[in-house]
């Protein structure tokens, strides 16, 4: 009997684990949040100036600019459907570029994947 209901509660928590981790996905955005504390425990946020941002000008280390926002799209490099293109403003503004119509708006959404501050002005 005791290993019955042994037996019972530990499907319920397996099956309770299981119920948790498809409800509550685990979501690879939250890595990428680069918010920072000050001393003073508030949330404070990263900011690059362009000197910075042009440093990153490259295949292997890549930044761009979308609207005042600086994106590190260097793991997306070769990954990108457009090829190099993607490098054309490489550490700089690529907003205009980047709006193109060869985007869909989905793209929109995935680029915040690679947000890593705002633009120092
Ligand atoms: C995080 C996602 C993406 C980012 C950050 C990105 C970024 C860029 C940038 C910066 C450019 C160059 C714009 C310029 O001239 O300054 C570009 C061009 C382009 N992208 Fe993307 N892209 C993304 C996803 C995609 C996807 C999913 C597709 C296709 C399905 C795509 C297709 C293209 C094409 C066709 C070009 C133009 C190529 C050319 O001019 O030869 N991109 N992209």
């Not at 509550?24 to 946020?45: A, N």
């Not at 000197?51 to 793991?75: G, R």
Request: glycine share 8%; net charge negative; with cysteine.
């Amino acid at each position: 009997m005791d290993t019955l209901l042994l037996v019972m509660l530990a499907t319920i928590l397996f099956a309770g684990s299981l119920i948790a981790i498809f409800l509550f996905p685990y979501d690879s955005k939250d890595l990428k949040q680069v918010k920072t504390r000050d001393t003073t425990g508030k949330e404070t946020q990263q900011f690059f100036t362009l000197s910075e941002v042009s440093k990153h000008n490259q295949a292997t280390d890549c930044w761009i600019i979308i609207k005042n926002k600086v994106y590190d799209v260097t793991s997306y490099v070769e990954e990108h459907p457009g090829g190099y293109a993607i490098l054309n403003h490489a550490g700089g503004d690529s907003t205009e570029g980047f709006y193109g119509p060869q985007h869909a708006s989905r793209v929109f959404d995935m680029v915040e994947e690679f947000y890593i501050g705002d633009l120092k002005l």
